[in-house]
């Protein structure tokens, strides 16, 4: 592609607009379309572009109509239901697609997406993983690369996102997404990050999900998980989805090794706590976890998930100018968001253990 600004249309306008927002500014992009099917987000969002400077934005109340406008790419940020039908779709009207996560919703999807991927040879498809872009996530995959944790035997990670008590609503309508959708097929945050430090992939699952009295009456079963993975290299995952008991907000991470371990501090917020140690090339740390100071981002700056969401769309463009490789292709999108997929219905089965399709992964 020649030297140019991209034109990026935006779709999906809750989660959109305030990922796109980043952008504002870049010699490199131009925020040229908007999509939203609600109305007052639309012009809510029009309304704040045009004071920060977004002039001669094309509007639109459908991903039909913005995929017929002289974009040259489209970040979606529809509902998750729908990533892949709206990515096919996009790759078809001849735009280079940022999708957020999950990529899939089912087995067939998966086919369905690489095909239309693959198919699609000079345009770039992304899955919108953000978590991958943690500092402390970049350091731990680099320490595993040098081989500060020997083989990694076990990891665990934890994403625990629930309101307060006195703050339980029904936010959503009835037939929404995040009413019925298992708390453990969202998953990409935590599996994603770990496969992408220790360069593997899943093979099968078990997982279990509580049956006790509900936390919040507006969520459908299946409002927490736990899952268990068997990766291709033989280590062992564990997944842990809240989104239905008193834990507030956070993300926590581990990983064991033949020759060093390091997991976040649990007792504070993720944002600010740093990371500990056991390390074979540090020996005084056999006994006790030592303190690294590596945090969420570079910076105490944790706009956008810690700063983020801004390196992730922006590499995202970057690709496209370069005509590189997605920092996180189609294949990647699918090992992460399909075994949230597998590990639902083995919950749905009592917790069967379940194979996740090799030809797929």
Same mark, same amino acid.
């Given at each position: ?6 034109? /990026? #249309?935006?779709?999906?306008?809750? +989660? ?7 952008? $504002? ?5 131009? =925020?040229?379309? $908007?999509?939203? @099917? *609600? ?26 109509? /913005? ?26 009207? #001849? ?50 690369? @040098?081989? +500060?944790?020997?083989?990694? /035997?076990? !990891? ?49 699952? @078990? ?5 006790? !009295? ?11 998980? $736990?899952?268990? %993975? ?6 062992? $995952?564990?997944? %842990? ?33 740093? @990371? ?24 105490? *700056?944790?706009?956008?998930?810690? #700063? ?7 590499? %995202? ?17 699918? +090992? ?5 997929? =597998?590990? !639902? ?17």
């Amino acid at each position: 592609m020649e030297s140019k600004r991209i034109k /990026l #249309g935006v779709v999906g306008l809750k +989660r959109g607009a305030y990922v796109a927002w980043t952008l $504002i500014g870049d010699d490199n992009v131009v =925020i040229r379309a $908007i999509a939203d @099917s *609600d109305p007052e987000v639309l012009k809510a969002c029009k309304e704040d572009y045009a004071k920060n400077g977004v002039t001669d934005l094309l509007c639109f109340d459908s991903i039909e109509e /913005l995929l017929k406008s002289d974009i040259d790419a489209v970040y979606i940020a529809t509902d998750k239901p729908l990533h892949t039908r709206h990515t096919v779709m996009a790759l078809e009207a #001849g735009k280079h697609v940022l999708s957020e996560i999950p990529s899939v919703e089912t087995i067939e999807e998966a086919k369905i997406l690489r095909d239309a991927v693959r198919a699609h040879p000079t345009l770039k498809y992304m899955a919108g993983e953000n978590c991958f872009y943690w500092h402390f996530i970049q350091e731990w995959k680099k320490m595993h690369e @040098s081989g +500060r944790f020997g083989d990694i /035997l076990y !990891a665990e990670s934890e994403y625990l996102h629930a309101p307060h008590p006195d703050e339980i609503k029904p936010y959503v309508p009835e037939n929404h997404w995040r009413r019925y959708s298992p708390a453990i097929s969202y998953l990409t945050h935590n599996l994603g990050p770990l496969l992408y430090i220790m360069d593997d992939y899943c093979v099968s699952v @078990s997982c279990m999900v509580p049956d006790s !009295a509900k936390y919040n009456p507006y969520r459908e079963k299946g409002e927490n998980g $736990i899952a268990i %993975f068997r990766t291709a290299k033989g280590a062992v $995952i564990r997944i %842990f989805i809240g989104f239905g008991m008193y834990v507030g907000y956070d993300h926590n991470f581990a990983l064991y090794g033949t020759r060093g371990s390091i997991l976040t501090d649990k007792t504070k917020p993720l944002e600010s706590a740093h @990371s500990f140690a056991k390390l074979y090339d540090t020996p005084d740390t056999f006994e006790k976890f030592t303190e690294i100071p590596i945090k969420l981002s570079e910076t105490d *700056d944790v706009y956008g998930h810690g #700063g983020v969401d801004a390196k992730m769309i922006r590499d %995202f463009i970057k690709c496209i100018i370069e005509d590189t490789e997605p920092p996180i292709d189609v294949d990647m999108g699918i +090992r992460i968001s399909l075994p949230g997929i =597998i590990a !639902a219905e083995s919950a749905r089965r009592g917790g069967e253990l379940l194979e996740i399709p090799k030809e797929i992964v």
